[in-house]
Antibody, heavy 115, light 109 residues
C-alpha cells in the first residue's frame, strides 16, 4: 500500500524556520512528481511546491525564495524547508504524489506562525 | 496565470438529488483537469482526472465532462457520504504550475 506520512509541523514565530518531512512507502519520492499543498484554516487548497523525477523544482509565487523542496533518495523522504515564515503561511501542509493527478495524499502536518 | 472559478461556492441538496458543479478556467486549458472531494479534517481524495476519467474505486454516480474553459462534475444521485467540499484542479505543464478552484461546499438541505 502506498502511504505518505508528513511530520515537522509546529508553532513558530514570524521570521522563523521549519522543515517539513514526508516519508513515503510504496513509492519512491525521487522517481515521481511530488508536491506540497497547503490549506489555511477554513480556506481552500493552495499548491506550494513541486519536485519532478528529473530533480527540477517549482514554487508558487507566494513562497518563492523562502521555501525549498528537496528529496532524499535513501530515506525515501520529501522535505520542505520553510524560511522567513509569515502569518499567512499558517496552514495544514499536505504532501501529494502526482500520478494521474494528485492521487496519493498524506494526512497533513499543521504549521502555525504566530508571535 | 490561469484561474479556476467554481460555481456555486455552496450548494444545498438532499439525498437522491442530481448535483452539478462547474469549474470555469480564465483561458482555454487542456483536459488535464481533476476533481477532488474533501471532508472536514481529512486530505482531499481524487475523484476524476483528465476531465472525465473516473479514478479507481470511485462510485460511478460521479462523472466529469467538459473542455476548453468549462468543466463540470456531476453526482447523479446524491448519497449521504457525498456531503463534502469539492475542488477542481488544473496542471499546466509549461511552465509547471498547479491551480485549484476555490471549492464548492455541498451541504444537506
Amino acid at each position: 500500500e502506498v502511504q505518505l506520512v508528513e511530520s515537522g509541523g509546529g508553532l513558530v514565530q514570524p521570521g522563523g524556520s521549519l522543515r517539513l518531512s514526508c516519508a513515503a512507502s510504496g513509492l519512491t519520492v525521487t522517481n515521481n512528481y511530488m508536491s506540497w499543498v497547503r490549506q489555511a484554516p477554513g480556506k481552500g487548497l493552495e499548491w506550494v511546491s513541486a519536485m519532478f523525477n528529473d530533480g527540477s523544482t517549482y514554487y508558487a509565487d507566494s513562497v518563492k525564495g523562502r521555501f525549498t523542496i528537496s528529496g532524499h533518495k535513501s530515506k525515501n523522504t520529501l522535505y520542505l524547508d520553510m524560511n522567513s515564515l509569515r502569518h499567512e503561511d499558517t496552514a495544514v501542509y499536505y504532501c501529494a504524489s502526482q500520478g494521474r493527478a494528485f492521487d496519493i495524499w498524506g494526512q497533513g502536518t499543521t504549521v502555525g506562525v504566530s508571535s | 496565470a490561469i484561474q479556476l472559478t467554481q460555481s456555486p461556492s455552496s450548494l444545498s441538496a438532499v439525498v437522491g438529488d442530481k448535483v452539478t458543479i462547474t469549474c470555469r478556467a480564465s483561458q482555454a486549458i487542456t483536459s488535464v483537469l481533476a476533481w477532488y472531494q474533501q471532508k472536514p479534517g481529512k486530505p482531499p481524495t481524487l475523484l476524476i482526472y483528465d476531465a472525465s476519467a473516473l479514478e479507481t474505486g470511485v462510485p460511478s454516480r460521479f462523472s466529469g465532462s467538459g473542455s476548453g474553459t468549462q468543466f463540470t462534475l456531476t453526482i447523479s444521485s446524491l448519497q449521504p457520504e457525498d456531503f463534502a467540499t469539492y475542488y477542481c484542479q488544473h496542471f499546466n505543464r509549461h511552465p509547471p504550475l498547479y491551480t485549484f478552484g476555490q471549492g464548492t461546499k455541498l451541504e444537506t438541505k
